[in-house]
């Protein structure tokens, strides 16, 4: 059982934030917060948070930014969810990565709707009736009507088998209308798009996009620029999801 300490209402407003987003750099999460505190009152109460060991923190050691997330013991003073939020340090670049594709997407007006992980899998039978749950999922409307997109993003090259089994996973659930790969390396795309091809057909590629961004890991992400693959046609992000 986790002995449960008094977190104030200003401690509440700093933390709920990342129950949805999990981590997050601090610039990103103050601006998160109702009337957003000034930046040096903001960071000494997140120095008493982790000297609590409600938070977490790292230092990215190539664009400087310090991230925080809930760690196992503040996620209990939060949440009572069978899935928590608190991420494992195996994974954490990956989380990030995920956490501010999704958020750029929100700030963008591209999804009018983000889905986490965590919060799909707080969905009752999510799994059993959709098959796969993705890194996240992306709800919007363009023109053509409205479309959910799963994401999924590569940062290591997974095994083959994997890599297909999973593609058809999605495109056996029929609950998503698009899956969204977005990789940190060039090779890795390739790879990916002619393994897909070669094992399901170029026919079944029109519901999968290819997106690559090689700077992701050391530079600020900023997607308007990122170039892909999407039904045979080399795209930018900002021309398949702009309005």
């Known amino acids: 059982m986790v002995d449960l300490i008094h977190l104030n209402n200003t401690y509440l407003t700093y933390l709920c934030p990342l129950l949805k987003w999990r981590v997050m750099d601090l610039e990103s999460l103050r601006k998160e917060c109702a009337s957003a505190p000034k930046y040096r009152t ?135 209308n698009y899956v969204l790969y977005f990789f940190s390396k060039r090779n890795f795309m390739r790879q990916y798009i002619e393994l897909l091809e070669e094992k399901l057909g170029k026919e079944s590629m029109g519901r999968f996009m290819f997106f690559v961004d090689e700077t992701m890991m050391d530079k600020t992400l900023n997607l308007d620029g990122v170039e892909g693959i999407f039904k045979g046609n080399t795209v930018t992000m900002a021309k398949v999801f702009g309005h």
């Open 42 to 176: 903001f960071c000494r109460v997140i120095r008493g948070l982790e000297s609590k060991k409600i938070l977490e923190a790292y230092r990215d050691p190539f664009n400087g930014k310090k991230y925080v997330y809930l760690s196992s013991f503040g996620e209990g003073q939060l949440s009572n969810k069978e899935n928590p939020t608190s991420v494992s340090r195996d994974t954490l670049i990956h989380d990030i990565k995920v956490s501010e594709i999704a958020k750029a997407f929100c700030e963008r007006g591209w999804a009018s709707e983000v889905e986490l992980e965590h919060q799909l899998h707080d969905k009752r039978n999510f799994k059993v009736t959709y098959k796969i749950i993705p890194d996240a999922l992306f709800h919007g409307e363009k023109k053509e009507g409205k479309f959910k997109i799963a994401l999924e993003v590569e940062l290591s090259r997974k095994n083959n088998q994997r890599i297909v089994e999973k593609a058809r996973q999605y495109m056996d659930s029929g609950y998503y």
